[in-house]
């Protein structure tokens, strides 16, 4: 069975939970938010040839994407060491 | 040497590579065959994962849909990767750490029922060939143009390789030889794009060069773009809205849980070692994903802009049909493109106004593979892009078949129908199994549901209405049970076959549409390629609301939920 004590899970699966809630908030905000809903919005600005809205739907997005990926997985395995989860 | 005999050695000298890979890492037992032994490096398996994943839609299609749709294309380019967020953060490390083979077998242990786990093989079924449908559609444009053939009889030729491809290897196999493919595809999608990058901007970073301006002139790419579509009555390209901001929306949510629910996706991710590395993978897998998916909005924009300075290279001056270039020609073999002389002048108008237009087909699927010849690149440049659209659509088929195998096989047969059957027979019965998918998938693929992108967006959608809600509801929730699950994947997959049915007809044969009274897309305008996250709604709702009402949960598979979401513990399934 797992080495925690069933309090260690619950508070390792909370701070898994919390770190993910945050990620995906600003998954969302990048494409559906800057992407999409914001569109319009955005395109009053320019960047290079691109407007905002349209370079964050064809670009943006998915360099964020890439980084909080990335960043989830360092996140976790300070997480997992902390608790003493990591697998050898 | 002149493009033909370019063409057979680019694709003759790839194929001899993955076949001779194959043949070297051919599956020995069950395990090998369907997840390598457990032990791909997470970089390996990233790369391998996304060669897996970027299909004939991503490679041959994609660019070919954002060149017509402009920025209405960039659901796809939004969807297909938004979805491995949230592969990485949801659903990759727990369903790792259970460690079984197969996406049927944990939704069957999960929910500690066999019916769970035959519903859930049938919902994979449906998505994964209407998946390969779309596959099929991109390789009979591949090979139609290759061969320089009709489309119907490219299709069959690449039925048949893509067949002998897939009965080869296994897992083993596929996995080194989609790094092969990876290494084909991604060199054989970014070289025209540079060139053609540089050609127009000037700039070496397709990625930058669609921001920046014309050669020689001091307008923006994309603000030319605009003008020359707009002036023959097509909408502006960089603010062209598909249908309306709900659907877009709903679409690229649709193709991003989709990519979250996708079995031979989340396979990928049983052969890593450790959970860990499944994060991980995500992310390399992304990595190598985005290097397409940055490129791909640059070579749409630009393929659009040379096709219309093709056929009207200044305002009023066209195209004289007898001097038609040979890429025109050719395509018109493939009858993919289509050319009517409405006014009988002998000149090529192209226009948004259907009485005028002479350009009466082209077939979006033919701009990635027609790019280079428009731009008059090198025929080595051309012979490549031939060989890189094949690799890609093989190594999805490849890794699809493989899936729809394996549900058949393992889940169906070893276990529940034939629990007694040795590994051969199980290995010959996925054989098959992936036979008579290709056959199928093959047919359909005759008269697809829409171009390949569209057609692998509707898998998309299923897989979202279906496999993703009970694989969350999985992980997440310890109180949704057996009937939940099951009335869930039920009722999301059938509200969505439901109204793609309805607009596509019934496997998407057509005449078998039964719209009847209804307009198209009459729910909130939302087009059935955007349904599956109505479908994942309906799907959540249900079960939460069945779960309530029936027996809860037992406390044995409370304490799987329990185990799942911690990485070290008991049970090292794939016992490395």
Known sequence: MSPLTEQQAKEYWRRNVSLMVKLMVVWFVVSFGCGILLFDFLNQFQVGGYKLGFWFAQQGAIYVFVVLIFYYARKMAALDREFGVEED | ?576
């Not at chain 2, 994609?62 to 659901?75: L, Q």
């Not at chain 2, 540079?194 to 301006?213: A, D, E, M, R, Y």
């Not at chain 2, 990928?268 to 390399?284: I, Q």
């Not at chain 2, 009988?344 to 979006?364: C, E, F, R, W």
């Open chain 2, 1 to 576: 040497m002149d493009l033909q005999t370019l063409s057979y050695l680019f694709v003759g000298a790839t194929f001899a590579l993955y076949l001779g890979i194959a043949v070297w890492a051919r599956a020995g037992s069950t395990k090998d065959f369907y997840v390598a032994g457990g032990g791909v490096h997470p970089v390996a398996n990233g790369m391998a994962t996304a060669a897996d994943w970027m299909s004939a839609a991503s490679f041959i299609s994609m660019a070919g849909m954002i060149s017509f749709m402009g920025y209405g294309g960039s659901v796809f380019l939004m969807g297909w990767t938004g979805g491995y967020v949230i592969l990485a953060m949801l659903l990759a490390p727990y369903l790792r750490k259970y460690g079984k083979f197969t996406v049927p077998e944990f939704i069957g242990d999960r929910f500690y029922s066999k019916t769970a786990r035959v519903v859930a093989v049938i919902c994979l079924i449906i998505c994964s060939v209407t998946y390969v449908i779309g596959q099929m559609k991109g390789v009979g444009v591949a090979f139609s143009r290759f061969l320089e053939v009709e489309y119907a009889t490219g299709l069959f030729v690449g039925m048949v390789i893509v067949f002998f491809y897939a009965v080869l290897g296994g897992m083993k196999g596929i996995t080194y030889t989609q790094i092969a493919q990876y290494c084909v595809l991604i060199l054989a999608y970014t070289i025209p794009a540079i060139f053609i990058s540089l050609q127009l901007t000037g700039n070496i970073l397709p990625q930058l060069g669609l921001g920046g301006t014309l050669v020689g002139e001091d307008v923006y790419l994309l603000d030319k773009i605009d003008q020359v579509v707009t002036d023959l009555g097509f909408k502006q390209y960089s603010t062209d809205v598909r249908l309306s901001t709900l659907n877009m929306f709903a679409y690229t949510m649709s193709l991003m849980i989709g990519t979250a629910g996708l079995p031979h996706v989340i396979i990928r991710f049983f052969t890593v070692p450790k959970v860990k590395d499944a994060r991980s993978s995500a992310g390399w897998a992304l990595v190598f994903i985005a290097i397409l998916y940055t490129t791909a909005p640059a070579v749409g924009a630009m393929a659009r802009f040379n096709l219309m300075q093709t056929i009207e290279p200044s305002p009023g001056e066209y195209l004289v049909y007898e001097e038609r270039p040979q890429w025109f020609k050719n395509w018109e073999t493939t009858g993919l493109l289509v050319f009517e002389d409405k006014n009988g002048d002998g000149l090529v108008q192209y226009s948004a106004d259907p009485a005028t237009n002479d350009m009466v087909k082209i077939d979006n699927d033919i701009m990635v593979l027609a790019n280079p010849e428009i731009a008059k690149l090198p025929n080595w440049v051309i012979a490549l892009v031939a060989a890189g659209g094949l690799a890609a659509a093989l190594s999805t088929a490849a890794g699809l078949l493989l899936a729809i195998a394996s549900a058949i096989s393992h889940d169906l047969l070893k276990g529940m129908i034939a629990p007694g059957i040795t590994e051969k027979q199980e290995l010959a019965a996925s054989r098959v199994a992936m036979g008579l998918a290709i056959a199928g998938a093959g047919y359909l693929g005759l008269n697809p549901p829409g171009f390949a992108a569209g057609t692998v967006a509707l898998a998309f959608g299923l897989a979202a209405s279906s496999i993703f809600p009970a694989l969350m509801m999985g992980i997440f929730s310890n109180r949704v049970n057996k009937e939940g699950a099951i009335a869930g994947m039920v009722a999301g997959i059938g509200v969505t076959l439901f109204y793609v049915f309805q607009h596509k007809g019934i496997m998407f044969i057509p005449g078998t549409e039964f719209l009847g009274s209804m307009k198209p897309n009459w729910f909130l305008g939302i087009e059935p390629n955007a349904f599956g996250v109505v479908g994942a709604i309906v799907n959540f709702a249900v079960a939460a609301a069945v779960s309530r009402f029936t027996a809860p949960v037992p406390q044995s598979v409370r304490e799987l939920v329990e185990h799942i979401r911690v990485p070290v513990g008991a049970s090292e399934a794939t016992g490395h």
